[in-house]
Each structure stands twice: as C-alpha cells, then as structure tokens.
C-alpha cells in the first residue's frame, strides 16, 4: 500500500472516532466562548451579590416606611375621632337649649350640614329614643323609632360602665339595621346623644390628610371582615388576614409577615385603634413588584448586556490572534497526512505550545512512513493467504500479499485492480447483494470453494472481512486450505461414531436401572403419604371425642337450667290461675334468675370450647399463611387437648409471653407439630405411669427467632434411638398404635414450611425435651396441600 493511502486512512479515522451528535467548535471559537464565560460570570456574580444584597435593603427601608404611613394613619384618625367627639359633645350642650317639639327639626337640620354624620338621635335616661335626626329619606318613618329601648345596645353598655362616652366600630343601626361607626355622649341631664358615621367616610378623611402617594391600606374589625378600603377596586384581602394579624401582633414591630395575594407577595405594617378596636393593615408591593426592586434588576441587566457586548468584541479579537499561527500548523498536519512528505520548515510563533506542535507534526509524519514500511512487510510475510480488497466494484484487489499468490497461483501484479470474479476464483459468482450481506454481518468464519488459475479447487476456510482502521472501504481477507484437515476430521468422526454406539448401549441399561428404581422409590413415598395420613385422621379422632366429652357437661347443665325454668313457669301460671300474689312475682323473678344465670354461664363455656377447637381445627386442616401471637396459638392448642386427657392423671401447663411473639408463618403446621409431640409424650413417655406432666414454654431467641420447648417428666428416650427418632418408622414402639411418622412429618413440617428447626433432648428415666427454633416470618414457599 503506498504512503498516500495509509495517511487518508488516518485521517478518516480521526472523523469517524468523533461523535456524530457533538458539535465541534474551532479554537477561535472556543477562546471567544472561553472569555466571553469568564467576563460575564464574574459580572453576573458581582450583580447577583448586589441585587442579593439590596433587594432586602429595599424591602426593609419599605417595612419602615409603610410602618410609618400606617401609625401616621392611626394618629390621623384617633385625630379626626376627636375633632367628632367635640362637635358631638358641643351639639349635646346646644341639644339642651332646644325645646323638645323642635329637637327633631333642629337634628335633622345638623344631620344635613355634616357630611360626616348619617343620624344623630336623643336617648332619655330610660335609654329610650326620644328624638331622631334623619336624613330626608327616612325621616318618614321616624315616628315608628321613636321611642324604642335601646338599652341593650352594646354601645350603652359599654356607656353604662362609667365612662363619659363610647365609640363602637360595628354599631348595628337601629334605624336601618346596618353596622355602623357610633359614638354615645351622656349629657348632663342622664341623657345620651348617640351619632352614627360611616366607616368610610370617617378613614378617608384621615385617608386624604395623609396625600395622594400613601400607601394603600384596609380598615378591618376585630373579626377580620374589611369595613374600608383606601383604595377601592384593589384585590380584596386574603381570608387568613386575622391569623396573619395574630402574627403580626406576636412578632416585634417591624418584622410583621408579608402577605401573599393572587400570586403576589406583599410587604405590610399594621396599626390598631383602641377605641373603635380597628386594625389598619398598610401594604406595598414586594419582589420585583416593587417598583426600586424592578429597577435595580433592570439596570443590573442592562449592564451586564453592555458587558457582554464589549467582552464579545475584545474575545473576537483575542480568538484571532490566538489562531492565526494555529491555521498555519494544521495546513503543515494535513500535508503530512497526506503524505507529501518532505515539509516545509514551520513559521515561527510566539505561542510556545504551537512551536512544539509543528515539530510533533514532523516527528509524526516520519513515523507513520516507517510504520508504512514495517506494515507491508508483516502483511508479506504473513503465512495465510491475505488480500486487501475495496468494498465496491466487486471486492477489488488492491493488494496481495505472496502467500496469496502461491496459494492461488496469481502473480501481484495479475490480481491488483481486479475483483476475485474477474479472476474466475468462482464456479458461482456471488450476487453484489450476497456481497454486501457478507461485508455488513462483520468478521467470520466462511466456508467455500475457490479455484486456482490452473483450474483446481480448493476448499478453504475464509477469515474476515476485517475493516481496515482508518479506510471506510477497505478490509482485509485471510483464507486457509483446510482439505487436509478435512481428511483428519472424517477419520476421527468415524472412531467418535463408534465410540457413540458404545456409550448409547451403556446409556440404555442405566436408564433401565433408573426406572426401575424410580417406581420402587414412587410405591414407598405413596406408601407413607398414606401412613401420615392415617396418623393425622386418628389424632383428629381422638380430639374430636375428647371434645365432645368436654361439651357434654356444660351443654347438659344448660338443659337442666332450662328445664328448672319451665317449671319456675308453670308454677307461676298455676299461682295465676288462683290469685296472683307479689310472693309470687318474686319467686318467678329468683327462679328466672338462678336459671339463666346457669344457663347463660354454661353456654358461654361450650362455646369457648366450640371456639378453641374450631380455631384448632381451622389451622390443622388448612395450610393458609397468616399473623398470629405465639401465646395465643399454644393457649387454643392446649385447651383442645386438654379434654383428650380428661380421666387421666396427666396434665398439660403453658408458659408463653402473652404478647411480644407475633410470627407471620403457618398456623396450622405449627399446631400439628405441637399436637403431635404432646401426643408422643403422653402415649410414649407417660406409658404405665400414675402421673405426668407436659409442659410447653416459649420466648424470642436470636434477632428475627423464637423457641419453642415441649417438656415432660416421662420416661424419656434411649440413648440408641434418640439420635434416629426423627427418621420415619422410628419413633413407634412395638405393639402400640401408630405408624412411627408423627416426628417424621413434623420435623419435616418445621423445616421445609415453617423454615426453623426441631431437636430433641432426653435421657432415660428423665423425660425429653424437644425444641422448635422459628423465624418469626416464615419463608415464602408454595404450602404443601
């Protein structure tokens, strides 16, 4: 391959190992976006500290200065409450000279010359409405009020303590029902002018006092319903203003909280008035609402944009001075790559980095002509026939090397430039779709029939194709002649099929054996399914009776109860028939008494009875997983096995933790294998004995186990068999009833379903102890039916 070719190769290499999905930016552009971030991140630091830092400044210069309006706002009103308290007191003085047929005229007429006043009336000492001052539309009906008794007015009461004279901020009119702002003055005589306002008007005025650039504020009562708004149309206030104002109360002055309407955060003060019980809430805009926030961020962007202009002016002109001599070093690196090779002496730049780039890029292009060379030389001398071929056209040769052309009688210069079907190397010349499957299924192994130039064909094994490293259209292709391993392959298949038929005849004997051996072992797992089986039914029976014999005494002293009752009855219906007498009624009412005191105590027993056994019952014959305390399942097992051993000297004691013990496992399984230990120890270890005991205690064990031991004082296990008492057909003794599968199936119940362990400890003449250790959640297995 020449120089030329090798470098383009190179060269294509280095644009496919890029990623198609990044985009790549030239140096120039790299240092403008270098400069360019640097500027303006330190700018957007610097203005994002400022903001940071005057955003709450404003904020607070705000909250002072609102604090300020809304107290001035208050003084302003506590003013104007006493400019009306004058004129109200001077009208009362001046009410007193007015003879009583004209004190309506004389109040009507005030009424109209004061913008502020709504009514004025005349109160006696009785408090009852002696004469109204009215506007003109409801003078009408002043004869209709006259009169009435306004004693219980809170606005007289609050008259009533003591003082000279009360306001009251929600005055219910008694004129027209609607609340209203009143002040009660007591005049010298016991009697008492009362003048009605409206909210409104009376903050307005203290309002305007204030100038048109106040802040904007609400009036609301001491329930936080708003009686004024100063500035009308606004958004009305938030539904938490009186938990707000309980804030705002309870924090410091100046650091009430903000308020949050329609999305929107506000900075607000408030200010109270004592008389009327009024809260005065000021509001101004916060964030960038406010108007110096919204500026201060305005300007800081317009700046930060002048940064960005001049730092994208100075970053041009710094990226082309950085690249200009860089243009100069990849027109010498593209030059090398292309192999015109000697290059020329490189200019000289102030950049130390590019002076040592450009004698890289000499260093480099000496190097890839020696490799040029040492490759061609590993590619003649390889000892399989290889040939480098171009992916179009047919697979064209563009070079083989001279194990190519012994193999295939070619000379080199015979073969380069033409395909392998120009040559006849086909007895089928492949279709190009069948050549691009091949080329696009990558490396493999090929099998197929070539021929020589001489005509002779060879069968060989075809390697490839390898794509060439840096050429997007060349690969390399090695074959082998592999006849004379063919040869050797047929005479080790024909010794390997023998081989076989021995191994099949030995193969069908085994698997003779195996069956044989597969039903004998089936015929011996039926075999003590059923004896398991019969264990279980028999202990089933055994406690059945012994329920039933458990049920028969209390269920016959409810029958005698209930018997006793039905003649306590007919007494009382004879003692009827002749004259019923209060003995009598007595009597019926001690029998009915003592008979359902018996009755009911009796039933009560048979069903818990009932209840334990149903509870036993229910977890022994089903296989169903559930939460359960260890107390409770041991308590119910017990108490179903108790009346089994009715008759007997035999007893059975539980000491269980009553809570602490809960087990997520099975139930039933566990109950089976309790059952069936208490049964082998009275059958077995109480056998010939005038007492015994069966003791069942418990407790947790290791994190995430509990115990269980089933304890008696019998007879206890021989030393010989104590070690194969878990094995079936062991446990039983000779000429007694059962299989010897009770321990079996339970140690097999503890350890495949419940997940824990049963053990066994005894010494002769000393009773046996076996113990379960569980985890308190069993394993998630598939429960056997």
Same mark, same amino acid.
């Given at each position: ?221 001491? @329930?936080? &319903? !708003? ?6 149309? *606004? %958004? #009305?206030?938030?539904?938490? $203003? +009186?938990?707000? /104002? ?123 002509? @020696?490799? &040029? !060379? ?6 003649? *001398? %390889? #000892?399989?026939?290889?040939? $480098? +071929?171009?992916? /179009? ?393």
């Amino acid at each position: 391959m020449s120089t030329a070719r090798l470098s383009k190769g190179a060269r294509t290499a280095g644009q496919a190992g890029r990623p198609l999905n990044v985009h790549i930016w030239g140096l120039a552009n790299h240092v403008r976006g270098l400069l360019l971030v640097a500027m303006l991140s330190s700018f957007a630091l610097a203005c994002g500290a400022l903001v940071l830092h005057r955003i709450p400044l404003i904020e607070q210069q705000d909250r002072a200065a609102l604090q300020r309006e809304v107290d001035a706002m208050g003084e302003r009103l506590a003013l104007q409450q006493q400019a009306v308290q004058g004129r109200v007191g001077q009208l009362a003085r001046l009410l007193a000279r007015v003879p009583a047929e004209a004190a309506d005229g004389w109040l009507d007429a005030r009424v109209d010359d004061d913008a502020l006043l709504l009514a004025l009336y005349h109160l006696g000492p009785d408090d009852r409405v002696q004469a109204l001052g009215l506007p003109p539309a409801l003078r009408a009906g002043r004869d209709a009020w006259r009169g009435r008794d306004l004693a219980r007015s809170p606005l007289l009461q609050a008259l009533a303590a003591g003082a000279g004279l009360a306001w009251d901020g929600r005055h219910p009119s008694p004129i027209t029902g609607e609340p209203r702002v009143a002040l009660a003055l007591r005049d010298a005589q016991g009697g008492v002018l009362v003048a009605e306002m409206q909210a409104g008007a009376l903050v307005r005025g203290a309002a305007l006092a204030g100038g048109t650039d106040a802040s904007p504020a609400w009036v609301v009562d001491p @329930a936080g &319903e !708003l009686l004024v708004d100063t500035r009308p149309g *606004a %958004a #009305p206030p938030p539904r938490d $203003l +009186s938990a707000w /104002r309980a804030a705002a109360r309870a924090a410091q002055r100046g650091a009430a909280p903000s308020l949050r309407m329609d999305g929107q955060r506000w900075q607000a003060a408030m200010a109270e008035s004592a008389t009327l019980g009024w809260t005065i809430v000021g509001r101004v805009p916060a964030g960038l609402d406010n108007l110096q926030v919204r500026r201060l961020v305005v300007y800081n962007g317009l700046a930060l944009l002048a940064s960005l202009l001049a730092g994208l002016a100075l970053a041009s002109w710094w990226a082309w001075r950085m690249a200009r001599p860089l243009h100069d070093t990849v027109a010498r690196a593209r030059r090398a790559m292309a192999g015109d090779l000697p290059l020329p002496a490189a200019r000289r730049s102030s950049v130390v980095e590019f002076n040592q780039l450009a004698h890289a890029l000499e260093t480099m292009a000496l190097a890839l002509h @020696a490799r &040029e !060379l040492q490759w061609k030389s590993i590619f003649h *001398a %390889a #000892p399989l026939a290889m040939g $480098l +071929s171009y992916t /179009r056209q047919g697979m064209r040769l563009l070079d083989v090397n001279e194990a190519w052309c012994r193999e295939y009688g070619f000379t080199a210069e015979q073969a380069i430039g033409r395909s392998p079907v120009q040559l006849g190397m086909f007895a089928q010349p492949p279709t190009p779709e069948a050549m691009d499957r091949v080329i696009a299924a990558g490396p493999t192994r090929t099998r197929l029939r070539l021929r020589r130039r001489d005509g002779q064909e060879l069968q060989v094994v075809m390697f490839g194709p390898h794509p060439v490293p840096g050429a997007e259209r060349e690969v390399i292709w090695a074959s082998m002649d592999i006849g004379p391993l063919r040869q050797a392959e047929q005479t080790v298949r024909d010794l390997n099929q023998q081989l076989e038929q021995r191994v099949a005849q030995r193969t069908e004997a085994l698997a003779a054996s195996n069956a044989a051996l597969a039903r004998t072992a089936e015929q011996l797992h039926r075999a003590q399914d059923e004896l398991v089986r019969a264990e279980k039914m028999a202990g089933l029976g055994a406690l059945v009776a012994g329920i039933a014999h458990e049920l028969h005494t209390p269920l016959g002293n409810g029958l005698l109860a209930v018997g006793s009752l039905a003649g306590v009855l007919e007494r009382f219906a004879q003692a009827t028939a002749a004259g019923l007498r209060r003995a009598d009624l007595q009597d019926l009412l001690a029998g009915l008494e003592q008979g359902t005191e018996i009755a009911v105590r009796s039933l009560r027993r048979a069903a818990d009875l009932v209840q334990n056994f149903k509870q036993v019952a229910v977890d022994q014959t089903s296989a169903q997983r559930r939460r359960f305390e260890l107390h409770d399942l041991v308590r119910d097992m017990a108490a179903s096995l108790r009346p089994g051993l009715a008759g007997t000297p035999y007893t059975i004691e539980v000491d269980v933790p009553a809570t602490g013990l809960q087990l997520d496992s099975y139930p039933g399984a566990l109950g089976q294998a309790l059952g069936q230990l208490v049964h082998n120890a009275v059958q077995h270890g109480f056998d010939g004995r005038d007492h015994g005991c069966v003791r069942i205690t418990g407790g947790p064990g290791a994190p995430g186990q509990v115990w269980l031991r089933v304890a008696d004082d019998g007879r206890g296990i021989a030393a010989g068999r104590l070690a194969r008492i878990f094995e079936p057909f062991i446990g039983g003794a000779p000429g007694r009833n059962g299989t010897g599968l009770g321990l079996y199936a339970s140690a097999n119940a503890v350890a495949t379903l419940l997940g824990g362990s049963l053990t066994a400890d005894s010494t002769e003449g000393q009773g046996s102890c076996f113990e379960l250790r569980l985890p308190t959640e069993a394993p998630h297995a598939e429960p056997p039916t």
